[in-house]
């Protein structure tokens, strides 16, 4: 059975930063992307970052780039999301999830296991 489980959630002020981590149990995490994902109030569930199975490739939304870093280590099942300069539009309960597919998944239907979520506040 695979799990898939997010930590490092929590409430920071804004121009702060947080570091999420996903474990994934389960299946052989080294053949398989990962990414992060975000539901915002209101909004749909939408991608943040992904990366592939060996950690060389990623891909970031336009909303995020040169503030957020998508990174695996393989040996200890985890992926991780370093958020610095964080702002109040990035509130949102973030995901993770693991893909079908040793690539980059670009749609959320590439993503076979998903964590509960780990809310992110910033406050202002």
């Known amino acids: 059975q695979v799990h898939v489980v997010e930590s490092g959630g929590g409430l920071v002020q804004a121009g702060g930063f947080l570091r999420l981590s996903c474990v994934a149990s389960?299946?052989?995490?080294?053949?398989?992307?990962m990414g992060w994902f975000r539901r915002a109030p209101g909004k749909e569930r939408a991608i943040v970052a992904l990366?592939?199975?060996?950690?060389?490739?990623?891909y970031y939304a336009n909303s995020v780039k040169g503030r957020f870093t998508i990174s695996r280590d393989n040996t200890k099942n985890t992926v991780y999301l370093q958020m610095n300069n964080l702002k109040p539009d990035d509130t949102a309960v973030y995901y993770c999830?693991?893909?079908?597919?040793?690539?980059?998944?670009?749609?959320?239907?590439?993503?076979?296991?998903w964590g509960q979520g780990t809310q992110v506040a910033v406050s202002t």
């Open positions: 999830a693991a893909a079908a597919i040793p690539q980059i998944g670009v749609s959320l239907d590439d993503y076979d296991y």
């Open positions: 990366i592939n199975w060996g950690g060389v490739n990623t």
């Open positions: 389960g299946l052989t995490f080294s053949n398989v992307g």
